[in-house]
C-alpha cells in the first residue's frame, strides 16, 4: 500500500517534498520510485531508490531533474521522500510512487506492481 503526500502548489523556483508511505508485508525488499505525469503526457519516471535490503544503495534520476530532486528514505523509518528544488513549469503533474521487487533502475523503466493515488504539483510562473 502506498500514499503520496506533499504536493502543492508553488511558485517557480521554489521546492517541496514529497512523501511516499510504504506499508505492507516485505517491504523492505521493494524498491521504490516516483513517477509523474503532465496532463496531455504520458506518465514518466523522476528518480529511484532501491530497496531497504539492497546493498548497496543505489538511486536514479532522470537527466531533466538531476541537480535539482532528490529521492532519499531513512531505512529505521518507513516513508520515501522525494526532495524537490528549483521547480520549474515543466516539472508539474501528478507525482505518483510505485513499489516492486526489482532492481531501482529496472522499476524506473518498468515501473512496480504497486502504485499510489497520486499527488498532485502545480508550478505557477
Known amino acids: 500500500h502506498l500514499v503520496e503526500s506533499g504536493g502543492a502548489l508553488v511558485q517557480a523556483g521554489g521546492s517541496l517534498r514529497l512523501s511516499c508511505s510504504v506499508t505492507?508485508?516485505?517491504?523492505?525488499?521493494?524498491?521504490i520510485g516516483w513517477f509523474r505525469q503532465a496532463p496531455g503526457k504520458e506518465r514518466e519516471w523522476v528518480s529511484c531508490i532501491s530497496a531497504k535490503t539492497a546493498i548497496p544503495d543505489r538511486t536514479e534520476e532522470k537527466d531533466a531533474v538531476k541537480g535539482r530532486f532528490t529521492i532519499s528514505r531513512n531505512k529505521a523509518t518507513n516513508p520515501v521522500y522525494l526532495q524537490m528544488n528549483d521547480l520549474r513549469a515543466g516539472d508539474a503533474g501528478v507525482y505518483s510512487c510505485?513499489?516492486?521487487?526489482?532492481?531501482?533502475?529496472?522499476?524506473?523503466?518498468?515501473?512496480?506492481?504497486?502504485w499510489g493515488q497520486g499527488t498532485q504539483v502545480t508550478v505557477s510562473s
Open positions: 510505485t513499489g516492486g521487487r526489482r532492481p531501482a533502475p529496472d522499476l524506473c523503466v518498468l515501473g512496480g506492481g504497486y
Open positions: 505492507g508485508n516485505s517491504v523492505e525488499h521493494y524498491a
